[in-house]
């Protein structure tokens, strides 16, 4: 396992956590351009990057799918599937080859009404995503890389 | 030093982005002493005033040039020279990045829009003298495509790891969207051995030295550039302050161990 993704993981999920939801997932790669869902869809898996790189876009009617992110080794592709109504919020697409951990929503799911203690630490782990990725959202809307005083008042 | 302007022509205009130019300059007649990399000058624009422009090519790396982006009158002002202008200089000012003090380390450059520019001298002094540091990472944020400088240089640098990320990617981007400090989990540099150089504007600089920090580089080796408006640059005006430093003599390079308070102090 590389180990930025031993640590991504390891920062939110506990060794034994952790080892119990790699051992659920299975390996699979995707070309560029392979669309890995679209929003409004079943949101039925999710991903852990390997190697490459995939976009997070939205779908705006009319237009080509705006991307609003990229996501790299070791991040979590898709949060949709923790939470009801397991509607895929945004889409997401293989910008370049992508390796990744793919893992069974229903079966995480299982495995954490199962076990309360494995589904407090996912659902923990999931949700400091959500937020880094919140927040990461909200500063970009300063307009980080434009002139030092833009998102004030002019 | 001097403290009066002495005349430089412009030698060449290179347009980087719609509102951004690279000025190279000559002097007519005795030249200022060397900048170092991570100094600025007083550029003064005959006829509109002058305005603190750091270095984005010393003579060791190419000549002397500046990248300037018009905000307001003069920088529009020299952003309109051509080549054949006369342009006032006086210089060098203020504390440079002392790469020096990186030897031996793995060096992390972090950019931000046209904080790129600075740094630039920075990066090509440190990629010819590969032996003298450890890995050398540049990461680089922009708002779009199109406000990227340097370009078509960035990508022939031999380092370790160069990645460009955008906030508002166009149809033909492929790279990554996102913040700058996404690009930090993709440069293998090792932290506690590691001194990085941080310039863009401060939202950027505070949000990359915070990462940088919790990822264990020291505090004392997060060196930022921090801008405030200058007047004198000699440090008698005061119209540089920043809590107890006159930022045009005490910086503008200064590292986070001491930037991190002053910067978090809601009004100075
Ligand atoms: C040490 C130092 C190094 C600098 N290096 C560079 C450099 O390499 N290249 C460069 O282009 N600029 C650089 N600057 C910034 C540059 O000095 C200012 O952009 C310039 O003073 C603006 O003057 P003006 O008369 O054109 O605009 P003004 O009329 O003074 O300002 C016009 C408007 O632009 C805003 N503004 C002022 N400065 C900036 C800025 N930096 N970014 C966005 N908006 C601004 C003002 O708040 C105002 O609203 C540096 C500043 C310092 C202190
Ligand atoms: S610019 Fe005058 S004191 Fe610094």
Known sequence: MPPSIALRVHHALPAEHRDRLLRVAREVSFPPGTRLFDEGGHADRFWIVRDGTAALDLHVPGRRAPVVETLGVGDLVGWSWLYEPFVWRLGAEAVTPVGAYEFDAVAVRLMCLDDAEFGRAVEHWVGRVLAHRLQAARTRLLDLYGPHNSGGAR | M?????????????????????????????????????????????????????????????????????????SAGLCAARAGDVLGVRGPYGVGWELERARGRDVVVVAGGIGLAPLRPLILRALAEPAAYGRIDVLIGARSPAELISRREIERWPTAYTGVTVDRPDREWRGDVGLVTTLLDRAEFAPARTTAFVCGPEPMIRATARDLAFRGVPRDRIRVSLERNMRCATGHCGHCQLGPLLLCRAGPVVGWDEAERLLSVREL
Do not use: K, N, W
């Open chain 2, 2 to 74: 001097t403290d009066v302007p002495v005349p430089y022509r412009v030698v060449a205009r290179r347009p980087e982005t719609a509102d951004t130019v690279t000025l190279r300059l000559e002097p007519l007649g005795a030249p200022l002493d060397d900048f170092a990399p991570g100094q600025f000058a007083m550029v003064h624009c005959f006829g509109r005033g002058e305005i603190p422009v750091s270095v984005s090519s010393v003579p060791a790396t190419g000549g002397l040039a500046h990248t300037i982006r018009a905000v307001g009158a003069v």
